[in-house]
Every structure is written in C-alpha cells, then in structure tokens.
T-cell receptor, first 110, second 116 residues
C-alpha cells in the first residue's frame, strides 16, 4: 500500500471558486505534512505545512489535518489561473525521508 | 537569505560519462536531501545527508550512484557511467530539521540531466 495517495486529476475549477485537494496516508504515526506546488518544468515550492489536527490558514490557502481519518487536504479560495499547477502532498512516515504522493494536477478555468 | 542553489541547471552527458551535480543548502541548514523526478512521474527520494554523514541512502541505486556532503563545500551527487535511463530532473532540498525551526524541506531549482 502506498504511504501517500492523491487523486491524480486533472481537477478543473472555475476561476474564483474554491479548489479542494485531498491526500490520504497509511501510517497513523505520521506527524508532519506538507503541500508543495510544482509548475511544469520547475521545482517544488513549499506552500503549506501542518503538524497538528485541525485547520491552518495562510492567505488564500487552508490546510486541514485529520489524524483519526488519516486525511490531509488543501483548500485554495478565490482560485486564480496562476494556481494552475501540480500539487504534491508529502509527509514523514517514521523515517528520515519525506515521502511524496504522485500529485494532483489542478487547472483553473478563466 | 539565499535559497537552495544547484548547478549546473542543465547537463548533457553521453552514455558512459560521469555526471556531477552540486547542491548548496540554504544558510543555516545542515540537512540535505536528493530526489529524482522522471518525466511525468513523482518525486522519488534518493539520499539524505548531514555534514560528512550519509543518514539514509535507501533510495539510491546500488551501482553507479554516490553522494557526499563534505565538511566544506556543496553536497555532490555523482553518477558514473551514465545511461539513458538516468535522464531526469534531480532536485536537492535542505532543511533545518529541528524543533524550533521545523522540518520543512526547501527545494533548489534542480539539474536537468540529459544522456545522449
């Protein structure tokens, strides 16, 4: 079983709407989770991290962590065309390395 | 505060040659990670290093690949006798990895290796 699973998409959202990206993980002991944005041909850019259950907000982005359900999500409010990218979920799973999901491709439709 | 630096950004090698990829972590970061990303695929962990130590190399191919992070200078990922299947983007990330500053990893711009 993969440690981090994401819907590969593509996910299409109208401009101005809320984009919801989801990630599930297999290890209940995981403590730290990260969302990265990667534009085509570019490197991953850290946009959010969350260590505690609940919500964490930063501007238009909200990360949500539910450890009981082993579920991490990223909400993007007021979606802009510049948000079109692949979003990668990642976490530490009892070892020293960050394990990434395969990413969800998001397209914002003007 | 300068970000993670990698060079070269693009590297072309013929089959059988050696490739050396360099990574300088962010200032104050002592933990370096290398990842490989094949076209249209996800990021795969290769190796985790601290100064003068390899902490986890479970993602490194057993042959031809090696990594180091010397006391002075950048971290180096070395690929000997490259083959076409080594063509990929290689990313380096660094982290402070402590309770005060957190465990986030910040990525460099990557080196795109093409083997002809």
């Amino acid at each position: 079983q993969k440690e981090v699973e994401q819907n590969s998409g593509p996910l299409s959202v109208p401009e101005g709407a809320i984009a919801s990206l989801n990630c599930t993980y297999s290890d209940r002991g995981s403590q730290s989770f990260f969302w990265y944005r990667q534009y085509s041909g570019k490197s991953p850019e850290l946009i959010m991290f969350i260590y505690s259950n609940g919500d964490k907000e930063d501007g238009r982005f909200t990360a949500q962590l539910n450890k009981a359900s082993q579920y991490v999500s990223l909400l993007i409010r007021d979606s802009q065309p510049s948000d079109s990218a692949t979003y990668l979920c990642a976490g530490y799973f009892g070892n020293e390395k960050l394990t990434f999901g395969t990413g969800t491709r998001l397209t914002i439709i003007p | 505060n300068a970000g993670v630096m990698q060079n070269p950004r693009h590297l072309v090698r013929r089959r059988g040659q050696e490739a050396r990829l360099r990574c300088s972590p962010m200032k104050g970061h002592s933990h370096v990670y290398w990842y490989r990303q094949l076209p249209e695929e996800g990021l795969k962990f290769m190796v985790y290093l601290q100064k003068e130590n390899i902490i986890d190399e479970s993602g490194m191919p057993k042959e031809r690949f090696s990594a180091e992070f010397p006391k002075e200078g950048p971290s180096i990922l070395r690929i000997q006798q490259v083959v076409r299947g080594d063509s990929a983007a290689y990313f380096c990330a660094s982290s402070p990895r402590d309770r005060v500053e957190g465990y986030e990893q910040y990525f460099g711009p990557g080196t795109r290796l093409t083997v002809t």
